[in-house]
């Protein structure tokens, strides 16, 4: 599988490279005068797909060696366990199978013996006595050694699967360790040839507003203006982040709302939790992505009790306010934007009007309730 794959790497930066060099062809033929607008293009456009191809294949290689590093490591781990339970094993079984064929083999002559001299009858008491507990003593000698030897048996069995597991775990590792080489060298080719893409993407480019500025030289050309790319309109309306609020101030095209209390920060709309953070004096940041490069940004008196990656649903609970010194009748703040890539877009006009105007409760009101909460 390693093989293969390494296989198909090298024929991937050989197709890459081969690129390369039509690539440069390309780039000779672009620098020479009389080549049309159109050919320009093409030339760029696919310089262009080229750059990108050896952008992914960098990323690839990057990823595929973080892979292949972190399972050496885990092979280096394994080898270091085996080795110690081999130590371990041998140093246990210590004893060899000949010596111990030896000493029961003894053992057992030395019964066999004393059977013999246990059935003359012209012996004393005290003689035959003397020999059968020598008889017994040997009896449980061999039958120690008999024990001692299966469970030799049985630690030679372990030793032979352990010292054939860590042959096998070696001779992986040295496979590894020759494709991380030949993906080191194959990223440190591909960068290479990537750079030399990106250069030669820059020259593409210089050599198409030179045939344009040739072009309006010539009168074959009129100058365009650079029009300035308007992104998608926004049609989902979105919802207030705080359910009640007292007052509300426009900055620019973000809302301040004011609050008392502790209230619940609910989501603007669909989308997911793409960042959380602390902006300095101005309290916690939280940007929810809804899709199609538009925003909501959230920054202020809030504590979030949600974590980046969540998706949501408009209305879900995020989080709560904190300011909490409402028996003094101190107010807290909420900041909202909506943007559109990189601009900000005029928030109020993007919020569903009904649920503004009844999220907006009068200072008063909301005053007198937190009092009310604050008594019971």
């Not at 690129?19 to 310089?47: C, D, E, M, W, Y």
């Not at 017994?136 to 049985?154: A, C, H, M, N």
């Not at 650079?226 to 998608?232: D, G, I, L, T």
Request: glycine share 6%; charged share 25%; no cysteine.
């Amino acid at each position: 599988m390693e093989s293969g794959r390494m296989s198909s790497s090298l024929i991937t930066l050989f197709i890459l490279l081969m690129i390369t060099v039509v690539s440069n062809f390309s780039v000779l033929a672009a620098s020479k005068p009389g080549i049309s607008l159109a050919k320009h293009r093409s030339n760029l456009s696919q310089q262009q797909e080229m750059v990108q191809e050896l952008k992914t294949r960098l990323s690839h290689l990057e990823k595929q060696l973080g892979d292949d590093n972190r399972d050496l490591l885990k092979m280096l781990k394994v080898g270091e366990n085996l080795e110690r339970e081999i130590a371990f094993l041998t140093e246990k079984g210590l004893v060899t199978k000949s010596e111990l064929a030896k000493n029961k083999e003894r053992a057992i002559k030395e019964y066999h013996h004393l059977l013999i001299y246990l059935v003359d009858s012209n012996q004393d008491a005290s003689t035959l006595l003397l020999k059968r507990t020598m008889a017994q003593r040997l009896q449980r000698e061999i039958s120690q050694l008999k024990r001692v030897e299966q469970e030799t048996q049985k630690v030679q069995v372990q030793l032979s699967m352990l010292t054939s597991t860590l042959q096998g775990n070696l001779h992986r590792r040295e496979r590894l360790s020759f494709n991380l080489s030949s993906l080191e060298q194959e990223k440190n080719q591909t960068a290479q040839s990537y750079l030399s893409a990106v250069k030669r993407r820059s020259e593409l480019r210089e050599g198409l507003a030179d045939a344009k500025k040739r072009q309006v030289r010539s009168g074959k050309l009129t100058p365009s203006r650079k029009v300035k790319s308007v992104p998608a309109l926004i049609t989902t309306k979105l919802a207030p982040p705080i359910d009640k609020f007292i007052g509300q101030q426009h900055k620019k095209k973000g809302i301040t709302y004011r609050f008392m209390g502790v209230r619940p920060v609910m989501a603007t709309g669909d989308g997911e939790i793409v960042y959380l953070g602390e902006l300095s004096t101005y309290g916690n940041l939280l940007i929810i992505n809804h899709g199609n490069k538009t925003r909501s940004i959230l920054l202020g008196e809030f504590t979030p009790k949600v974590k980046k990656g969540k998706r949501v649903r408009q209305g879900e609970l995020i989080g709560y306010t904190t300011r909490l010194a409402s028996t003094v009748g101190q107010e807290g703040q909420l900041y909202f934007e909506v943007r559109q890539g990189e601009m900000i877009q005029n928030t109020s006009l993007l919020l569903d009007r009904q649920q503004q105007a009844k999220n907006n409760l009068p200072k008063k009101n909301q005053a007198k309730k937190v009092k009310n909460k604050n008594r019971s």
